[in-house]
């Protein structure tokens, strides 16, 4: 099932808002560890995610997420938004 399309912001305006530190984790103890290693820090990762293997695009989701992982990233700006979806998928604008 797709996203809903009013959580759904692209990769530039993910990046503008959150502002990514660094390349991608392959880790989530990488990505806490970049994060701070507090309990609150789990707000500061995000998970790239294959929702879609009929698809060449990837998903950016808040938070640690296991299934279908493709790697971590740490922002500056912590999300409030666990419904917020990442997407450069045109077929969701």
């Known amino acids: ?3 809903i399309k009013d ?3 692209s990769y530039k ?3 503008e808002k959150y502002i990514p530190i660094g390349d991608i984790h392959d880790s989530v103890d990488d990505a806490a560890d970049t994060a701070g290693g507090s309990n609150e820090s789990i707000n500061y ?3 790239v995610v294959d929702n ?3 698809s060449h695009y990837a ?3 808040p938070g640690i997420r296991l299934f279908n992982r493709l790697g971590f990233y740490v922002t500056s700006n912590p999300w409030t938004d666990i419904d917020v ?3 450069n998928d045109p ?3």
């Open 45 to 47: 990762i995000w998970t």
């Open 7 to 9: 959580s759904i912001i």
């Open 59 to 61: 998903d950016v989701l």
């Open 1 to 3: 099932m797709p996203p």
């Open 85 to 87: 979806v990442v997407s």
């Open 13 to 15: 305006e993910w990046e």
């Open 52 to 54: 879609n293997p009929n």
């Open 91 to 93: 077929s969701y604008k």
